[in-house]
């Protein structure tokens, strides 16, 4: 066993390691307070929501920390062993070494690799889920989305990595900068098409339909200068329980599309609290200021992969032969980066965060300096959603990419 895969081992048990020492933490943090609601949350569950919050909280972590291991295992013996190299080697044979065949055999390992862990989607969606009256889907529709989603995976996935790969063959030792042009290129463009070609292929995307709320909505925007014909609506009851809202686009392509559960859930004067937050995000620049992080930071990516593919000892360590082209690395990129940007996702989150209390702080600017509309939105989407009212401090400083609820009260309530 070479250096590399021992440094790989190592790696995988550390980034384990610290995963369940946070969620240990998180655990007992919920135990020490699931007797009763604390103070600060008299007001926003009562004593039997919280105990339902609180054994949900409980379910995710027990499910959540056998996940952890279990990834963690099966990405050791799938990279470790050389059963990567195997199978890539093997679907290589089968579908050949031309830039669309070795785009097939990448997707198709991508595929392969990620079937161990379809027990846990089905167990989370159809027991966990289920179990707290979250899951709307039916086995049917599960189904039916795995294969819309690999079909429609084929269909982008495929003619990006053809383009990578030619790329890689018109430019050897440039490609990794004009590659990741071209990626971020198509990710730009699957921005606009999102809410226009793919969200609606899993969820019905309605207008808003006539009305006092529209009317209320749409003078929120006008008033913001987030000028809109139309709010979407997404049918997310057809699949969960939860409810959200969420901006999607950029530009002139730039839509906010509300779930019907949190319409159902929140008065008018809420909903338009919510919408301001949504709308926050655009006027403070948030997603330019992201997506410029997201430039420098995938640069950086395919930059490590140009200086990979030049080191025949990263091929041959994981059992791949070094004139085998950029395909093997792509590959191994996108199963081990995430060993060492989990490191660096605190980071993120940070910069996340701040922009959820800059959000916070304009939908309390466009609502008189009124905070309580947004903080009772707050209030019944953490009750409807069972989210957990006490994450240990460490837990969520790590993941959270939205401050939690009592952090974002207290800013909205001190202005």
Same mark, same amino acid.
């Given at each position: 066993?070479?250096?590399?895969?021992?440094?790989?081992?190592?790696?995988?048990?550390?980034?384990?390691?610290?995963?369940?020492?946070?969620?240990?933490?998180?655990?007992?943090?919920?135990?020490?307070?699931?007797?009763?609601?604390?103070?600060?949350?008299?007001?926003?569950?009562?004593?039997?929501?919280?105990?339902?919050?609180?054994?949900?909280?409980?379910?995710?972590?027990?499910?959540?920390?056998?996940?952890?291991?279990?990834?963690?295992?099966?990405?050791?013996?799938?990279?470790?062993?050389?059963?990567?190299?195997?199978?890539?080697?093997?679907?290589?044979?089968?579908?050949?070494?031309?830039?669309?065949?070795?785009?097939?055999?990448?997707?198709?390992?991508?595929?392969?690799?990620?079937?161990?862990?379809?027990?846990?989607?089905?167990?989370?969606?159809?027991?966990?889920?289920?179990?707290?009256? *979250? /899951? !709307?889907? +039916?086995?049917?529709?599960?189904?039916?989305?795995?294969?819309?989603? &690999? =079909? $429609? %995976?084929?269909?982008? #996935?495929?003619?990006?990595?053809?383009?990578?790969?030619?790329?890689?063959?018109?430019?050897?030792?440039?490609?990794?900068?004009?590659?990741?042009?071209?990626?971020?290129?198509?990710?730009?463009?699957?921005?606009?098409?999102?809410?226009?070609?793919?969200?609606?292929? *899993? /969820? !019905?995307? +309605?207008?808003?339909?006539?009305?006092?709320?529209?009317?209320?909505? &749409? =003078? $929120? %925007?006008?008033?913001? #200068?987030?000028?809109?014909?139309?709010?979407?609506?997404?049918?997310?009851?057809?699949?969960?329980?939860?409810?959200?809202?969420?901006?999607?686009?950029?530009?002139?392509?730039?839509?906010?599309?509300?779930?019907?559960?949190?319409?159902?859930?929140?008065?008018?004067?809420?909903?338009?609290?919510?919408?301001?937050?949504?709308?926050?995000?655009?006027?403070?620049?948030?997603?330019?200021?992201?997506?410029?992080?997201?430039?420098?930071?995938?640069?950086?990516?395919?930059?490590?992969?140009?200086?990979?593919?030049?080191?025949?000892?990263?091929?041959?360590?994981?059992?791949?032969?070094?004139?085998?082209?950029?395909?093997?690395?792509?590959?191994?990129?996108?199963?081990?980066?995430?060993?060492?940007?989990?490191?660096?996702?605190?980071?993120?989150?940070?910069?996340?965060?701040?922009?959820?209390?800059?959000?916070?702080?304009?939908?309390?600017?466009?609502?008189?300096?009124?905070?309580?509309?947004?903080?009772?939105?707050?209030?019944?989407?953490?009750?409807?959603?069972?989210?957990?009212?006490?994450?240990?401090?460490?837990?969520?400083?790590?993941?959270?990419?939205?401050?939690?609820?009592?952090?974002?009260?207290?800013?909205?309530?001190?202005?």
């Amino acid at each position: 066993m070479n250096w590399i895969i021992v440094a790989f081992l190592v790696l995988i048990i550390a980034k384990t390691a610290m995963e369940l020492r946070l969620s240990g933490l998180n655990r007992k943090e919920v135990r020490a307070n699931q007797d009763r609601v604390p103070e600060a949350y008299r007001d926003v569950v009562d004593d039997e929501t919280y105990r339902k919050s609180v054994d949900y909280t409980l379910a995710k972590n027990a499910l959540g920390k056998k996940e952890l291991i279990y990834d963690a295992i099966m990405l050791a013996l799938i990279v470790a062993t050389g059963f990567l190299a195997w199978l890539y080697n093997t679907l290589t044979g089968a579908l050949g070494e031309g830039v669309w065949g070795q785009a097939v055999v990448m997707f198709a390992t991508l595929i392969i690799i990620s079937l161990p862990s379809l027990p846990f989607e089905w167990v989370n969606t159809f027991k966990l889920e289920a179990k707290f009256g *979250f /899951n !709307k889907s +039916t086995v049917g529709l599960w189904i039916k989305d795995k294969l819309m989603g &690999l =079909a $429609l %995976g084929a269909a982008l #996935g495929i003619p990006a990595l053809a383009l990578l790969l030619s790329i890689f063959n018109w430019l050897p030792n440039s490609w990794w900068f004009w590659g990741f042009i071209a990626f971020f290129a198509l990710q730009l463009i699957l921005m606009v098409l999102a809410p226009r070609i793919i969200m609606p292929l *899993f /969820n !019905k995307l +309605t207008p808003m339909e006539e009305g006092p709320l529209r009317d209320r909505l &749409l =003078a $929120l %925007g006008e008033r913001t #200068g987030f000028c809109a014909k139309t709010i979407l609506v997404m049918d997310g009851s057809k699949r969960s329980g939860h409810s959200n809202a969420f901006f999607t686009g950029f530009g002139k392509f730039r839509k906010i599309v509300l779930y019907d559960t949190l319409i159902e859930q929140l008065e008018p004067i809420e909903l338009e609290a919510v919408l301001a937050h949504e709308i926050g995000h655009y006027k403070r620049g948030h997603i330019p200021k992201m997506l410029g992080i997201a430039f420098f930071a995938g640069l950086i990516c395919f930059g490590v992969m140009g200086w990979l593919v030049q080191q025949d000892v990263f091929y041959t360590s994981f059992g791949f032969d070094p004139e085998s082209g950029m395909a093997p690395v792509l590959l191994l990129f996108m199963l081990i980066s995430g060993l060492f940007t989990f490191w660096l996702s605190p980071l993120s989150n940070i910069m996340s965060r701040k922009h959820e209390y800059e959000a916070d702080a304009y939908a309390r600017e466009m609502m008189n300096n009124d905070p309580m509309p947004l903080v009772t939105s707050l209030h019944k989407m953490h009750e409807k959603n069972l989210s957990n009212l006490t994450p240990h401090p460490t837990f969520s400083w790590f993941y959270y990419s939205h401050p939690n609820l009592r952090e974002r009260e207290a800013a909205l309530r001190a202005g």
